[in-house]
């Protein structure tokens, strides 16, 4: 009797410690390092085991992002998944679906990703949703599936998981600098495909400035002929003494054709391409194409575009030519970029020229404006109205606040948040973009020990810190707050590496400020996920800043 009642505890106590270490198991299982992290995540058991034999289903409406999904996998994995019928019974699929019930919720680029042993579904209202969803899919592979070439002897194992995922902001961008140094069609197409991978969303090229135009007008030829090239370029820092060239000319531009190729390329990744074209300032290259659009058209008709880098005082003379001629560049600028958005500048306008001219002066006069200001002000608003009859909407940096803002302007907040915080009050949308945590040209880490940079210093900590909501604004003013964007002005940023080494990892805490749920947000667990994101960058060949250099740094 007492063996039997010995046998039956040691087999409770076996059966009770089998079930704690099966718990403790589940317990400790890993979340898959996901960037930026999703709304809501609950980890499962098992793997789906992704292989040749792997069907995609899709039906019409979807089918061009299941073959966008077979078209990423195919490089790392070396075959090729066979597409089936929404109607075809298939075991072991892949399911992409169009589910406009989601929209409420969700919105359109939000999701639903089921991994089961047996399948893997991904719901959206929208393309968008069904790609960010793939995206995360991407994510749970090894990562090695970013490889550009084939990878040998790996099992390319889902996890299960159940993601519901949708973003904070519909704005989520990245800025990158063209007008300073040119940057090749492949580089920018590079560049878009790193941000399609982190769920960014728009990506604004800055095209114009003192130093280059970089865009096509049919109507204006010289504005590449002669405006899109420099005879030498800055070496060395702005600030350094005495200053040094290089001798060498810089230049180039984008055929009208290849500007429709990156936004055809952008778009297919849900990217949308904003176009910056500078103005009434920040035209040195303009006018020394077309020296009639100066003040002093005389003076300036042996001008070039400049060969360093700050900002020139030679502006826009706003004449009827003057609001013409960008008039007629926006018309072509808006045949080549559907973007809602078309971006003016209207940042850094020195008026020491309109307070020199006595033509200028008497115009003020005349058009009953106070000062300068609002004479840029009312500028802006003769193209805020041309642009609103286009169907389209103004967006500029915060100086076209100054002297009042036009009816229909968006404001993009350089210069900390104060002008963000003004317009929002106003009624007035806002794309959040302050130097202090936004500004990628920044250093990120001891100068001596970085490449060159600006100057600043914006390690990866406070980018994650940033908050585009700021605090000085109610509930219902922050409804005007469409996201925020990071930049990367291209002063000293001449190479593709370069620019990845200054976007990356900062633009992976970025896309987690915009994307994430605000409470869910934690620096040393993100870093955690960073330590194997950063493994999905090497894959892609993307150039980045050292995590460990950078995780010290951020401290």
């Known amino acids: 009797m007492l063996n039997n009642r010995l046998v039956t505890v040691l087999v409770f106590c076996m059966i009770a410690m089998s079930v704690l270490s099966c718990s403790s198991a589940l317990a400790e299982r890993p979340s898959p390092s996901i960037v930026p992290l999703p709304v809501k995540m609950i980890v499962g058991k098992g793997v789906f085991r992704i292989s040749s034999k792997t069907r995609v289903i899709a039906d019409g409406k979807s089918d061009a992002e299941a073959v966008k999904l077979i078209d990423a996998l195919v490089p790392a994995m070396g075959f090729r998944l066979k597409r089936a019928g ?138 590449t002929k002669i405006g899109a090239w420099r005879d030498e370029t800055l070496v060395g820092h702005l600030r350094a003494k005495p200053r040094r060239y290089d001798g060498k000319r810089h230049g180039g531009f984008y055929t009208q054709k290849e500007i429709r190729e990156l936004v055809s390329y952008a778009a297919a990744r849900h990217v949308t391409i904003v176009p910056e074209i500078e103005m009434p300032g920040h035209f040195r290259a303009v006018i ?116 009042g803002l036009a009816p229909g302007a968006t404001v993009m907040s350089w210069r900390g948040q104060r002008g963000g915080i003004t317009a929002a009050r106003a009624g007035h949308d806002v794309v959040m973009a302050p130097t202090s945590h936004t500004y990628f040209d920044n250093y990120q880490g001891p100068r001596e020990k970085e490449p060159l940079a600006i100057g600043g210093n914006l390690p990866l900590a406070k980018v994650y810190q940033y908050e585009p909501i700021p605090k000085a604004i109610t509930a219902e003013q922050a409804r005007h707050v469409l996201g925020a964007q990071a930049q990367l002005w291209g002063e000293y940023i001449s190479t593709p590496q370069h620019r990845e080494y200054m976007a990356y990892p900062r633009a992976c805490a970025f896309t987690e400020a915009l994307w994430s749920p605000r409470d869910a947000r934690d620096y040393e667990r993100f870093t955690s996920r960073l330590t194997e994101h950063v493994n999905r960058l090497t894959a892609a060949g993307i150039h980045y800043r050292k995590l460990d250099r950078a995780a010290k740094q951020s401290k």
């Open 288 to 403: 020394s194409a077309y020296p009639a659009l100066g003040v002093f058209p005389d003076r300036q008709k042996d001008l070039k575009p400049w060969t360093h880098w700050g900002i020139s005082s030679d502006i826009l003379a706003p004449r009827p030519a003057g609001v013409q001629f960008c008039k007629d560049v926006l018309t072509e600028v808006m045949a080549l970029f559907p973007s809602r958005y078309i971006h003016i500048g209207g940042d850094e306008a020195k008026k020491t020229q309109w307070k020199q001219s006595q033509e200028i002066q008497k115009m003020i006069r005349q058009k009953g404006l106070k000062n300068e200001e609002e004479l840029q002000a009312w500028f802006i608003k003769q193209i805020d109205v041309f642009l609103a009859a286009k169907g389209r909407r103004l967006i500029g940096w915060d100086e076209i606040l100054q002297g």
């Open 86 to 223: 929404a109607a075809e019974k298939t075991g072991g699929a892949i399911t992409l679906t169009l589910a406009a019930g989601l929209a409420k919720t969700l919105g359109s680029e939000g999701y639903t990703l089921e991994v089961k042993a047996d399948r893997i579904e991904i719901k959206s209202a929208g393309a968008a949703g069904l790609f960010y969803g793939v995206q995360t899919l991407r994510q749970l592979l090894p990562a090695k599936v970013f490889s550009v070439k084939r990878v040998e002897k790996v099992d390319w194992l889902v996890p299960c998981v159940s993601i519901t995922d949708h973003p904070r902001f519909g704005w989520r961008g990245l800025l990158i600098d063209p007008a300073r140094h040119f940057i090749p069609v492949g580089d920018v197409k590079r560049f878009i495909d790193a941000m399609a991978m982190h769920k960014f969303n728009r990506l604004q090229m800055h095209l114009t400035d003192d130093q280059g135009w970089r865009i096509e007008i049919k109507k204006y030829p010289l504005l």
